[in-house]
């Protein structure tokens, strides 16, 4: 874009602004709920608002059972719920996810006045295009309520902090405030908000070393005016903390204690989850460095790459004076990034929990597409540069209009689109198109069955908190039920939706997913990442059920028959290999898991059914292998190292069984049958206290 005059580039950018805030509500009204989103952040968001009606009589919201949400700040879900009451609408989550897309909105608008106090209005329009044009910053900001109102917040104060410190000491008093309320939002979204304060003071000081000549930095004028503005910088750092606390009930009765409680549960985050990177399956806990940098550069525009590029090739011609500012925005971009990778951080879902970063990524880059621009004076190499970002960028936006409501499912054209990307990453990791899913089924099964009185459609999903609200209106009609996709055949169901979370890389790769029953895809550049099964044959299940009555016998035709008709049903080759496995027909277990583990290499469950079919033959070396195999396929499964254990035990070496079963209880410290060997162990031993120890202990367990 050549340069423009200045009123005509504001009228531009403030347009093109407000269209934004138009388009993204709009845009966010198709959107489905999120993984968490109805399990925890709308009901805690309830009892958080019920907890200041009540003037802080209800304190349910300050301790939950089975989560760790009151240790997160609760200001989203607080503004959603009271919206939703004051406007009573249909669907709850059409508000949340309005304001949600808001939330995102104010994220891309103070990411380009940013740029426009660094480059000017073009580099503001430039920011407002590659941060709409951004599929999973857009996609993410329909429903994601915890990371984008903290992105949100954490680029306002950002911007806050530098306009603050732009032009200090003239406007210091009208520009803190909101340094202050900038803080105590982003508090109020999540704890680790509270690292701002320490931004602020390390800014103040970058500021004060770029602002004076390295000459001039103990002269005790400019100390002066040094502490002068430190004080001041602590003064709206603690201000912006009790702002935090207030909307933050967790920390009302001990402030500084829950903060910095929650502040140590948050780096040692110990909820690990299974994912798919590079075509495996890892732990979050346990990703490679390279994790999160890999994932940002597969998942970002093209446009926004030659962009930091440029910013970097051409960081000389950008204006000396605005040294302060680069460094800060280069800092707030990237030292995130390196911390949690120094750290070894808990991080899923590709770069969702640092997506706070993304904003000055993306400044970075309008500011190096701008100078790029404004490096040649004439007309026609200015429009060629914009011809060919232009061009660049009709790439995400194809696939925002193609793909819509689920953009956030996106890998830019440099790995291979979706297409290359489909089997090697996660696709529907948060769980989105549940909702197309259940729509299709309600408006082409549901609404045209002719039912019984008081029958229902059974209808299973590997999210069923989200699936019941989509059903909400056809409770007279549906019953959800919650299934594991690879244990689907062993509950009653009529129809299934799954989303493609969790699903084996192998059987992505492979075409074994979706399974042959699927009736409907719901694609992603066409490829599928949520399938409808529809059930007409119960075999698989009539023969499960007889196995866990005991008549593994009777089981087996049923299992046989299931699998007649779907060959590659890869769980009813386990379930008969476990029905040989109970009448001890070794050969015949081995030739089913073998079928099982052809349809689905490295299935955990599958690999220790076939240690154990090795171990009940005796053969000791086999089932170590196999063992020792899976627990690199699953480094958390624990029946791994506890039948190693056991092998090692029988062959009388009790020096490794221990050690191995002591490597069980890391993985689980709740596993009964470790605790109950390592007593017979010690009690073998002659150690009658400590094996009568392990003894109770195991008692105590369920």
């Known amino acids: 874009m050549p340069q423009l005059p200045k009123d005509l580039e504001k009228k531009i950018f403030y347009t093109l602004a407000a269209l934004l805030f138009i388009i993204m509500p709009m845009l966010s009204l198709k959107s489905g709920i999120s993984g968490d989103e109805e399990t925890f952040h709308y009901p805690h968001g309830k009892n958080v608002f019920n907890y200041y009606a009540t003037l802080g009589k209800d304190t349910t919201c300050l301790h939950y059972e089975n989560s760790v949400l009151h240790m997160y700040g609760p200001v989203f879900d607080l503004v959603t719920v009271t919206a939703i009451k004051i406007l009573k609408p249909d669907d709850d989550y059409m508000v949340r996810h309005v304001l949600n897309s808001l939330a995102g909105w104010s994220a891309i608008f103070f990411a ?139 920390a009302h009765k001990a402030p500084l204690k829950k903060t910095i409680e929650a502040m140590n549960y948050m780096e040692q985050y110990a909820t690990s989850l299974r994912q798919v990177f590079e075509g495996k399956i890892i732990w979050s806990d346990h990703v490679p460095k390279y994790y999160l940098p890999k994932y940002i550069f597969m998942t970002i525009p093209e446009f926004i790459i030659i962009g930091i590029i440029a910013f970097f090739v051409l960081i000389k011609r950008l204006k000396k004076e605005y040294g302060t500012w680069y460094f800060i925005l280069l800092f707030v971009s990237v030292f995130p990034i390196i911390y949690i990778i120094y750290k070894g951080s808990n991080v899923y879902g590709g770069w969702r929990h640092v997506s706070f970063v993304y904003p000055g990524i993306v400044i970075i880059s309008a500011l190096g597409i701008n100078t790029l621009i404004g490096i040649s004076r004439q007309k026609y190499i200015q429009l060629a540069i914009a011809g060919v970002v232009g061009l660049l960028a009709l790439l995400p936006l194809r696939h925002i209009i193609v793909n819509h409501p689920h953009e956030y499912i996106y890998y830019n054209t440099l790995s291979g689109g979706v297409k290359k990307a489909y089997g090697k990453y996660e696709m529907d990791y948060f769980y989105h198109t549940l909702k197309a899913a259940s729509e299709w089924l309600i408006k082409n099964k549901i609404d045209k069955a002719n039912l019984k009185t008081g029958e229902k459609i059974i209808v299973a999903t590997n999210h069923s908190t989200i699936v019941k609200h989509y059903f909400r209106n056809h409770q007279e009609k549906v019953k959800v039920v919650y299934i594991r996709y690879y244990e689907r055949g062993n509950s009653d169901w009529d129809y299934a939706i799954i989303a493609n979370s969790y699903i084996n890389p192998f059987q992505l790769k492979k075409r074994k997913w979706p399974p042959a029953n699927t009736i409907k895809t719901i694609d992603v550049d066409k490829k599928p990442v949520n399938a409808i099964l529809e059930r007409t044959d119960r075999s698989d299940l009539y023969g499960y059920r007889l196995m866990t009555n005991g008549n593994s016998t009777e089981a087996i035709p049923y299992f046989k028959s299931a699998v007649a008709k779907d060959k590659d049903y890869e769980m009813v080759y386990y379930n008969l290999a476990q029905a040989y496995l109970n009448l001890e027909e070794y050969n015949k277990a081995l030739q089913a898991i073998s079928k099982c583990l ?77 605790y109950i060997l390592i007593g017979r162990i010690y009690e073998m031993q002659g150690n009658q206290d400590l094996a009568k120890r392990y003894y109770e202990y195991a008692n105590s367990l369920p």
């Open 598 to 674: 052809k349809l689905y290499s490295n299935y955990d469950r599958g690999l220790n059914m076939l240690g154990l079919i090795y171990l009940n033959k005796e053969e000791y070396e086999n089932a170590l292998q196999v063992f020792r195999k899976n627990m690199k396929v699953n480094r958390k499964f624990v029946a791994s190292y506890y039948y190693t254990g056991v092998i090692y035990a029988q062959n009388g070496d009790m020096k490794t069984a221990l050690k191995y079963l002591d490597e069980a209880l890391k993985v689980n410290a709740r596993y009964k049958p470790t």
């Open 112 to 250: 380009a006045l940013i740029a426009v106090m660094l480059g000017g209005w073009r580099a503001g329009i430039i920011t407002l295009v590659f941060m709409f044009l951004s599929p999973r910053f857009l996609g993410h900001s329909f429903n994601n309520p915890k990371d984008i109102p903290f992105t949100a917040a954490y680029i306002f104060t950002i911007y806050s902090i530098i306009r603050f410190l732009k032009y200090y000491p003239q406007k210091r008093f009208s520009y803190a405030w909101p340094i202050a309320l900038g803080i105590g939002l982003t508090i109020g979204v999540r704890v680790g908000g509270i690292l701002l304060t320490v931004y602020f003071l390390f800014f103040v000081g970058v500021y004060y070393l770029f602002s004076n000549k390295y000459k001039k930095w103990f002269d005790k004028g400019n100390l002066r005016k040094l502490w002068q503005i430190l004080l001041f910088a602590v003064l709206i750092s603690v201000a912006g903390y009790l702002i935090g606390v207030v909307l933050w009930p967790y």
